[in-house]
């Protein structure tokens, strides 16, 4: 069925990596531009990276730049994040989010999320 | 960056009653905004996008209208299981990035 399922979360240490994947299936994988969105506990939601369709462009959120890569391999219809040099602040559940069908501005699929918990 | 500002960030109301949940622009995000329903431990589920209109098998009883900077998401009648956090949602062409507001939460008065 159409799915996203993210995987990859975990408890860190502030200080390392982290490498989340988002496995789709059900859906043109290649056709959409993919975005990490993340909640921390209790808070609202916050937008993080978003890489286009045929993975050439990407872009971040402030609290991503220069610490997190957005990727994605077409041919595993698989989606990326990449997070380095973690914060507690980075603690959090992250979620993949497919651009939309009828709106490209809008997320019409999202995976059940995987919580990422930064501590020492 | 444009940020959202909603109101209420809670709304008490009954089952049956009408809930109008407002989010504002700071700039004009034209139609490209959506709205979001979030029940705790799941994921958001999309309800309206281009502003006003509802996303495949939403009910009737959500509408969204509004343009350039302000915006409004109606819920006719509560259902129990409406009962739920509410995001608005805006993205342009460029920068390609997406902001949220800060939710509100609708909670049985």
């Known amino acids: 069925q159409v799915q996203l399922v993210e995987s990859g979360g975990g408890v860190v240490q502030p200080g390392r990596s982290l490498r989340l994947s988002c496995a789709a299936s059900g859906f043109t994988f290649s056709n959409y531009g993919m975005h990490w969105v993340r909640q921390a506990p209790g808070k609202g939601l916050e937008w993080v990276s978003v890489v286009s369709s045929a993975g050439t462009v990407t872009y971040d959120g402030d609290s991503a730049k220069g610490r997190f890569t957005i990727s994605r391999d077409n041919s595993k219809n698989t989606l990326y994040l990449q997070m380095s040099s973690l914060r507690a602040e980075d603690t959090a559940v992250y979620y993949c989010a497919k651009e939309g069908d009828g709106s490209p501005y809008s997320f019409d699929l999202w995976g059940q999320g995987t919580l990422v918990t930064v501590s020492s | 960056e444009t940020v959202l500002t909603q109101s209420p960030a809670t709304l008490s109301l009954s089952p049956g009653e009408r809930a109008t949940l407002s989010c504002r622009a700071s700039?004009?995000?034209?139609?490209?905004l959506a709205w979001y329903q979030q029940k705790p431990g799941q994921a958001p589920r999309l309800l309206i996008y281009?502003?006003?209109n509802r996303a495949p098998g939403i009910s009737a009883r959500f509408s969204g209208s509004g343009s350039g900077t302000d915006f409004t998401l109606t819920i006719t009648s509560l259902e129990p299981e409406d009962f739920a956090v509410y995001y608005c949602q805006q993205r342009r062409n460029w920068p390609p990035g997406a902001t949220f507001g800060g939710g509100t939460k609708v909670e049985i008065k």
């Open positions: 281009g502003a006003s």
């Open positions: 700039q004009s995000v034209s139609s490209d």
